[in-house]
C-alpha cells in the first residue's frame, strides 16, 4: 500500500510568492496533520483534521498560512506570502481516527524561500 | 501546553553496544510513541505503548510506558549502524485530544 504522498518534496520560492504544499493521506485513515520541523523549533504541528474538517489550528503560526481538505483523499496548505522564516520541512501524517491511532508520516516538502 | 523532555539529546556510540532514551512529561498521556527519523524522510513509528506499564519488544527495540504515565523509555540493544537517525518520543491523549506532543529527538550516532 502507498503511505503518505507529499509534493513536491522540494521547493525553492523567492520571498513574498504564493507556495502550496499538497499531500495525499493513507486510503481509509480519517485523520490528516500538518507538521513543520526546524532545528530550532523541533516537530511542531499546526493544524490537523478528522473527516475532512480541521479540529485544531491553533499552531498555524499566523494569518499567512491556511490548510485546506476538499475531500478525504487531499490537502493543502498554503502559504501568502512567503518569508525566509518559512523556511523548514513540513510534514503530512495521517491517521485512522485520533482517540490513540498511530500517526504516519510523508516524506516531507523542504521549503526554501530565499 | 503539554511539554516533553527527551534525554539525551544525543548519543555516540560503538557498534554492538546497548542504547537507552528516555522521555519525561508534567502531564499524562494515554499513549506513547517512539518514532525514527533518518536524513530527508519522515518519521517512522518503530512502537507504539498503549497501557501504563506496558513493556512492548519489536526486534532489538524495547520501550515502555511508565506506570505513573508521564514517562517512556526506549532501549535499543547490539547497536548497528543502520540505526543512525533521530528517534523521537511523542505522548498522545492527555489535555490535548488528537494531538501528537512531540520530544526533542535524541540523534544517534553509531561507530562502526
Known amino acids: 500500500d502507498a503511505g503518505v504522498i507529499q509534493s513536491p518534496r522540494h521547493e525553492v520560492t523567492e520571498m513574498g510568492q504564493e507556495v502550496t504544499l499538497r499531500c495525499k493521506p493513507i486510503s481509509g485513515h480519517n485523520s490528516l496533520f500538518w507538521y513543520r520541523q526546524t532545528m530550532m523549533r523541533g516537530l511542531e504541528l499546526l493544524i490537523y483534521?478528522?473527516?475532512?474538517?480541521?479540529?485544531?489550528d491553533s499552531g498555524m503560526p499566523e494569518d499567512r498560512f491556511s490548510a485546506k481538505m476538499p475531500n478525504a483523499s487531499f490537502s493543502t496548505l498554503k502559504i501568502q506570502p512567503s518569508e525566509p522564516r518559512d523556511s523548514a520541512v513540513y510534514f503530512c501524517?495521517?491517521?485512522?481516527?485520533?482517540?490513540?491511532?498511530?500517526?504516519?508520516f510523508g516524506p516531507g516538502t523542504r521549503l526554501t524561500v530565499l | 501546553g503539554q511539554q516533553l523532555n527527551q534525554s539525551p539529546q544525543s548519543m555516540f556510540i560503538q557498534e554492538g553496544e546497548d542504547v537507552s532514551m528516555n522521555c519525561t512529561s508534567s502531564s499524562i498521556f494515554n499513549t506513547w510513541l517512539w518514532y525514527k527519523q533518518d536524513p530527508g524522510e519522515g518519521p517512522v513509528l518503530l512502537i507504539a505503548l498503549y497501557k501504563a506499564g506496558e513493556l512492548t519488544s519489536n526486534g532489538r527495540l524495547t520501550a515502555q510506558f511508565g506506570i505513573t504515565r508521564k514517562d517512556s523509555f526506549l532501549n535499543i540493544s547490539a547497536s548497528i549502524p543502520s540505526d543512525v537517525g533521530i528517534y523521537f518520543c511523542?505522548?498522545?491523549?492527555?489535555?490535548?485530544?488528537?494531538?501528537?506532543?512531540f520530544g526533542q529527538g535524541t540523534i544517534l550516532t553509531v561507530h562502526p
Open positions: 511523542a505522548g498522545l491523549g492527555g489535555t490535548s485530544y488528537g494531538k501528537l506532543t
Open positions: 501524517a495521517s491517521s485512522l481516527g485520533l482517540a490513540g491511532d498511530e500517526q504516519f
Open positions: 483534521f478528522n473527516n475532512n474538517v480541521p479540529i485544531d
